[in-house]
Nanobody, 121 residues
Framework: HVQLVESGGDSVQAGGSLRLSCAGSGFTISSVCMGWFRQAPGKERDRIASIDSVPRPTYADSVSGRFTISKDNAKNTLYLQMNDLKPEDTAMYYC????????????????WGQGTQVTVS
């Protein structure tokens, strides 16, 4: 049973930093593609950072240079270090894991965490 549990969300002032964590169970994060998404009220859920098994990170333009995605395979945990936070970063943040099917990560296998709230004022 795949389970993802996010933590680390909080209310911070603009310019501050937070580190989000996503603990995985029921699977090995080193073998899947993982990512962070966020959803603000009234808006769609958008991918902001991804990391594959290399590991090779990719970022949305809105967070590039401020956020860093990483993972600790020994702890089976994904992280998102967020620096220089802005009010527009306010959202519910979710982690997700896409399993590999025939060597390629497939969106239809995606599992989600429950989310953690980040509020920047």
């Amino acid at each position: 049973h795949v389970q993802l549990v996010e933590s680390g969300g909080d209310s911070v002032q603009a310019g501050g930093s937070l580190r989000l964590s996503c603990a995985g169970s029921g699977f090995t994060i080193s073998s899947v593609c993982m990512g962070w998404f966020r959803q603000a009220p009234g808006k769609e859920r958008d991918r902001i950072a991804s990391i594959d098994s290399v590991p090779r990170p990719t970022y949305a333009d809105s967070v590039s240079g401020r956020f860093t995605i990483s993972k600790d395979n020994a702890k089976n945990t994904l992280y998102l270090q967020m620096n220089d936070l802005k009010p527009e970063d306010t959202a519910m943040y979710y982690c997700a894991a896409d399993r590999r099917v025939f060597g390629t990560c497939r969106e239809y296998t995606r599992s989600w965490g429950q989310g953690t709230q980040v509020t920047v004022s």
